[in-house]
């Protein structure tokens, strides 16, 4: 069974969550699993390692479930992890950014230090619909006056088209279509 096979045999879709019509995409499943676990950190890591030879100097983060496994890749890569979290649980001056998701809206912030100016970044995120949150979290690296690289996501929900809205490239390692 290849990494993306595991991962996505442990993915489970929970109907009308949070809201009537949503099909919740749920990862918390790969977590009950490390060998699940494991091959998604080290497909992504690898993925980076061969897009960006390079290498980059942050994983950022959103929350929350970009914090659950974020940390691991940038572990790996031996570079700074960076939260971006909901507005009103950092401490210290921040940038804000407003987004829509496709339930409603909502606001991120980042540390106005945590990155450098022209730091490369991989911005990580469990999964893109609309785009609206990974476009408000490239909208903070760029108030840092860092670059976005790419995207990561476990999971694309490709209908929604959300990559047509970021500022870089985006890669996912599961695309789910709409029935």
């Known amino acids: 069974m290849s990494d993306i096979e595991l991962v996505k045999s442990c ?18 499943p790969i977590f009950q699993n490390p060998k699940a676990v494991n091959a998604m950190v080290n497909h992504f890591v690898n993925h980076i390692k061969e897009t960006h030879p390079q290498g980059v100097d ?6 929350a479930r970009g914090f659950l496994f974020g940390p691991m890749i940038a572990q ?14 950092l401490p210290g001056e921040t940038y804000v950014a ?3 998701k496709e339930y ?32 408000a979290a490239g909208e903070l690296v760029g108030k840092c ?11 694309d929900l490709v209908d929604l088209k959300g990559s047509s809205s970021l500022n870089a490239p985006a890669y996912s390692m599961i695309t789910v279509h709409g029935d």
């Open 58 to 63: 942050a994983i950022v983060g959103l929350d």
């Open 11 to 28: 993915l489970r879709v929970i109907p009308d969550f949070p809201i009537k019509g949503i099909m919740f995409q749920d990862i918390f």
């Open 76 to 89: 790996h890569l031996e570079c700074m992890f960076v939260p971006i979290r909901k507005k009103g649980k």
């Open 98 to 100: 407003q987004y829509k």
């Open 145 to 155: 006056k860092a670059n976005v690289k790419e995207y990561l996501f476990i999971i």
């Open 104 to 135: 409603g809206v909502d606001e991120f912030e980042i540390p106005a230090d945590a990155l450098k100016e022209n730091q490369n970044v991989v911005i990580v995120d469990d999964l893109i619909a609309t785009g609206g949150s990974a476009a």
